[in-house]
């Protein structure tokens, strides 16, 4: 019995799972139709030899709508995994058209697009000249997904990417750092890397991230003893210098986070300092392009002159 429903699934075609799906999502033949861009016989049709191919209808009529028969209740799980896995191919077949227009479309996290990103079309176009560029921001899952679906070029990320398609490249290096609200620190003590130890007891902003980087920081603060005040958690970094700078208590974050643009806070060293990498991320059979390659050094430039310049100059806060 199951081996025979089985079958009947597999023997569906693509266009009747879209009008099942169609008719899930709008509940009446004349809108699914509408939605596919088809003639409402035209759906009605398509209906007809879904059921037909399977053995059993899909809907029955229920106050004025169709509902899914408990049969194709059964199927609509898997149903949507292909209907989602169609759509990507979709997306990605278009993409691949689209790059014959190239546009370079670079992708980067929140916080690097705050810190570094506003300065990478200028870099760009005094090298090469007016370039077409594309900037957005996602978060590093989401950013391999849409490089593997060749929605976006070239992405950067502090938190290392593996991914058979993909390359991840290590450009930067920095360290991690501690932040406070403005006026925390004298001339003398900011200028001295703070021990770790010395936040014991401290008011202090936990990092509730799953990344490589909030476990890392989590591991280190559970570790101190006495142990900091952790009374609020946040899932960005960005969150915290903000809750940093209103006078809520210190967080480790990484540099970027640290001196990107907005309300006024100390930066400080610590002596126990734990690595911050860079990286650039891109598909294997991606095409090497004087445009990629002028954004990845773009970006290790500029990534690299924002942390020289605060450390040259011991600045006492960010604004």
């Known amino acids: ?185 004298d001339n003398s003590e900011i200028s001295r890397p703070l021990g770790l130890k010395e936040l014991g007891g401290v008011a202090t902003i936990g990092i509730a991230t799953d990344d490589n980087l909030g476990r890392q920081i989590d591991s280190i603060l559970n570790r101190l003893e006495p142990a900091p005040e952790i009374s609020t958690w946040v899932q960005t970094y960005w969150i915290a210098r903000e809750l940093v700078s209103a006078g809520e208590g210190v967080a480790l974050v990484d540099p970027f986070t640290a001196l990107s643009g907005g309300p006024s806070i100390q930066v400080r060293r610590v002596a126990q300092a734990l690595p911050v990498t860079l990286y650039a991320v891109y598909r294997v059979d991606g095409a090497q392009n004087v445009v990629r390659t002028a954004v990845l050094e773009g970006v290790k430039a500029i990534a690299s002159d924002l942390v020289r310049s605060w450390s040259s100059n011991n600045l006492e806060s960010v604004a």
């Open 1 to 185: 019995m199951q081996v025979s429903f089985t079958k009947r699934i597999c023997s569906m075609r693509l266009r009747y799972i879209e009008i099942f799906q169609a008719i899930l999502e709008t509940g009446t033949v004349t809108d699914a139709a509408a939605l596919l861009h088809i003639s409402q016989p035209g759906a009605t049709k398509l209906l007809q030899q879904a059921e037909r191919s399977l053995g059993f209808p899909l809907f029955v009529r229920a106050k004025g709508r169709l509902q899914p028969t408990p049969e194709s209740a059964l199927m609509r799980e898997q149903m949507d995994r292909v209907f989602d896995e169609l759509r990507d191919l979709q997306r990605l077949a278009s993409n691949i058209a689209r790059a014959e227009n190239y546009l370079s479309r670079v992708v980067s996290t929140p916080t690097l697009a705050n810190a570094v990103m506003p300065s990478l079309i200028g870099h760009v176009r005094r090298k090469l000249g007016r370039v077409n560029i594309e900037l957005s921001t996602q978060h590093s899952n989401e950013m391999a997904r849409s490089l593997v679906l060749r929605e976006a070029d070239i992405g950067f990320t502090l938190q290392e990417t593996l991914h058979p398609d993909l390359i991840c490249e290590a450009i930067y290096s920095t360290e991690l750092v501690l932040i406070s609200a403005d006026g925390t620190w």
